[in-house]
């Protein structure tokens, strides 16, 4: 089964939505994993701290109670017996929470009794009981004080309450009992309008009030649940259903806990809101975007339809094409404008095959397979080895036009086709009647159409001819072949031995640039070496001077003065000796270290400014008496490179001969500055620029190649025009950098190296190049 197509509107459509919605998951995925535990912990913040309120605030109540209680109990011990019932009334009217206020005597006995006003009608039943067994009077046996039973079964109503009891000094006990659930909600009528449902729960787990008033006091199954909770509590606690987040707060002088819940998981208001809202914000993020990607879909697509129309007529041969849709995808635009050019081609490959079908030698023609082979198209040649005109031909098949000695059966002509392309000798009859023998080819199914095919017929006589032809044609191409490879392998040797030739000379002209430069070297060291020698001879012959006077003086007579003067000449004359020859030593050490590290591929570590240094007191011997200067500006320290010396020495020296040999020539004056530091690729590099007569900007692109000879260079080896190029070979291939020239004519040059700080070594012979040094 064919998968379904799409239009490319509904792919583009349905990529949007499912980019926007993965795009919006992930958002609200992310959203929602971080903002619902923050609005848990907001929530059990918000619920902790409200039962800690309201723990706060029955911790107030009992103490504003007990204050009462007290001042209560001292009224009494004021008053006379006849105005104590009143008082107590009063008190109960005005404290709204206690349903009974009495006082014991010494012995336990009820003495004073004061109700609400609706049960005061029973007090005297209630007078003189004796309450001495109660659990208040027996906490407050041994002394005075107050003492709380949140458990206290009252004797007036029969029914359990809270009890507050005060003891005088007299002995006097003054009770004031209250309902649980009626202290509890005193307190919660200070809490806000919307909160949290609480329990107090008693020492044994059981709900004594339900302060939301769900009625839930009493029962065994929230007791048992409580129970279990106990030891997690703060903490998660499911309850008819639903998922509560728990807090709990105690209430020490009761013994009770005050256990408050909020609603946890999707059981929280607010995440049910976040959840809806990002439901809603889906809903309408996937309905703009179902309207923006149809329309932004719609609109890319449009100039692709018309590209696909495009190629219809160009398929069709409806040339030329209109004008392509200009589109604002860069693709589409491209696709367009190759369809334009393909079309092109498509119709001048169609005029050309025309052409060639019509210009083909042999008779062909096309025909249609399935209608008893009726011709389509015929060629010239068909037209004159048959007789019959184009317009005859075209639209009938070879039957209709008698052209067949013997007709085949429709069963023969499907046998023919379906056995494909052979070869069939066949006698044809021409317009005029005249029997040919032909040599029939075909046939041959025209590509991309299932009922086309093509026929193609020769005359044998011809046929003869041309395969006699091709036969000599073929012995002299035989001929031609081999005369051809023998001049082709004689033309090899030549270009193999050039090939050695030139890599000899190339290797004695970079052996002649080594002797040119040691040449110098040895110059200038001789130069140098000429001024400390000479100074020390005639040192020694001032020596041999002080000493013949001093012997003659000695002869004489020797005396303190002539002492004074032999040491003070000896003196003088062996300083001066000793500073020329530690000069002459100083060059010698400074030549055979620079001769050292370029007559030799070792490598060491070597601070980069001790090599320039070397190198620039070897150079400058040789520009002794001309006008030409060499400058160093280059850190003593920080630029501590593992490298080739030897070929860095080379490289600057061939860069400081190029620039006086062809930047300075016929100048009056020139300074060569070398400056170097590191770059922030952390690469150190060197510059030699000279304020010479610069380069052409023709010349620079060739300026590294071999044997590109510089201007002024008059021939011997340093006209050879091999030193740049030896030089950028080692630095490229030795020290494992780069040289690139900057130049401008008549400004000067300045030639930069790039080196690492560990150079990768020299390369082997594997590489399939000689190292230039």
Known sequence: MKPRAWRLADHLTALLLVAMLASFALAAA?????????IERQAGAVLQREVDGMSERLALLLQTLQGRLEQSAQLLDQLPASRAEALLDATIDTAQVAVALYRLGPDGRLQVLGLPYDQRGRRHASIGSDLSRSPLWAALASGTGVAWDSGHLSPITGLPTVAAAWRDTHGHVLVAEMPAGALVRTVALAAATDAAPMWVVDRSGEVVVDASGQGDEGRPDLRERLAAAAPHLPGQLHWQGRDWRAAVAEAPALGWRIVGRAPSGLDNLQVRRLLL?????????????????????????????????????????????????RSNVVEFNQLAQELQTMAVALHERELRWQSIFNAAPLAMGVADARTAMRLLAVNDAWCRDFGFTREEAVGRSVLE??????????????????????????????????????????PHPVPGSDREVIWASMDLSALREAED???????????????????????NEALARSAEQLRLAQAELVQAEKM??????????????????????????????????????????????????????????????????????????????VAVDQTSAQRRRF???????????????????????????????????????GALGQTLGQLVHNAVLHGFDGRDHGCVRITGGRGEDGQAWLRVADDGKGIAAGRIAQLFDPFAAGQG?????????????????????????????????????????????????????????????
Not at 30 to 38: D, S, T, V
Not at 618 to 625: F, I, K, V
Request: aromatic share 4%; glycine share 10%.
């Open 30 to 38: 992310a959203l929602l994993l971080y903002r619902i535990p923050e």
């Open 277 to 325: 809202f990002n439901c809603v914000a889906l809903a309408a993020s996937l309905l703009a975007g179902a309207l923006i990607a149809a329309l932004w879909s719609q609109r890319m697509a449009q100039p692709l339809q018309a590209t696909v129309e495009r190629a219809r007529q160009a398929m069709a041969g409806e040339l030329p094409l209109p004008a392509a849709r």
């Open 401 to 442: 036009l008698d052209m067949l000695l013997k007709p085949p059966s429709e069963e023969e002509l499907a046998g023919l086709v379906a056995a494909g392309p052979a070869r069939t000798e066949l006698p044809l009859r021409r317009r005029d009647g005249r029997i040919v023998q032909t040599l029939m080819f075909g």
């Open 469 to 491: 032809a091709l036969r000599e044609l073929n012995q002299q191409l035989e001929a031609r072949v081999a005369q051809r490879s023998h001049a082709l392998a004689t033309s």
């Open 516 to 593: 040119a430069a040691l040449g110098a070297l040895v110059a200038g060291i001789a130069h140098e070496l000429q001024t400390p020698l000479g100074n020390g001879l005639l040192a020694i012959g001032s020596l041999a001077a002080v000493l013949e006077r001093f012997q003659e003086a000695s002869r004489a007579g020797l005396r303190r003065a002539d002492l004074a003067a032999f040491l003070a000449g000896l003196e003088e004359g062996a300083e001066i000796a000793e500073r020329s020859l530690r000069r002459a030593a100083d060059l010698v050490q400074n030549f055979k270290q």
């Open 607 to 645: 601070e980069l400014h001790d090599v320039v240094r070397d190198m620039a007191a070897s150079l400058r011997p040789g520009l002794a008496g001309t006008p030409y200067t060499i400058e160093v500006d280059v850190p003593a320290t920080g630029l501590l490179l593992d490298s080739y010396p």
């Open 713 to 773: 260079a008059q021939g011997g080896p340093h006209g050879a025009g091999l030193g740049l190029y030896i030089a950028a070979n080692a630095v490229a291939r030795l020290l494992g950098g780069g040289l690139t020239v900057h130049s401008t004519e008549g400004q000067g040059s300045c030639f930069e190296l790039r080196l690492p700080d560990h150079a990768p070594g020299p390369r082997s012979a594997r590489d399939g190049a000689r190292e230039p040094w």
